[in-house]
């Protein structure tokens, strides 16, 4: 039986460095953004607020629809129990 559930990201945890880490190259961040690269070099590690939530948007659903998901999430209810 697969269970589904559905990750809420805060957008207070969303940085520059978080978002480089999760989509590796500011050109993949620009294109799932629909922004240019250089719109992102603009932010000069400064993410606007409205950008934090469609960052926050976008990793909902990647991680909403992944199996890394499961993973992620049992770590992370295991790191709170301990």
């Known amino acids: 039986m697969k269970v589904c559930f ?3 990201m805060d957008i207070t ?3 520059y460095q978080f978002a480089m880490d999760y ?6 961040l620009a294109c ?3 922004i240019t690269p250089q719109a ?6 400064k993410v ?4 934090k939530y469609e960052i926050a948007k976008l990793i909902e659903a990647d991680w909403n629809n992944s ?3 499961l993973l992620f999430d049992k ?5 709170a129990v301990a």
């Open 6 to 8: 559905h990750v809420r």
């Open 13 to 15: 945890n969303i940085n």
């Open 23 to 28: 989509f590796k190259k500011p050109k993949r």
């Open 32 to 34: 799932a953004l629909g």
């Open 40 to 45: 992102i070099y603009f932010w000069n590690e």
């Open 48 to 51: 606007p607020e409205l950008r």
């Open 67 to 69: 199996e890394q998901a």
């Open 75 to 79: 770590r992370v209810q295991q790191q």
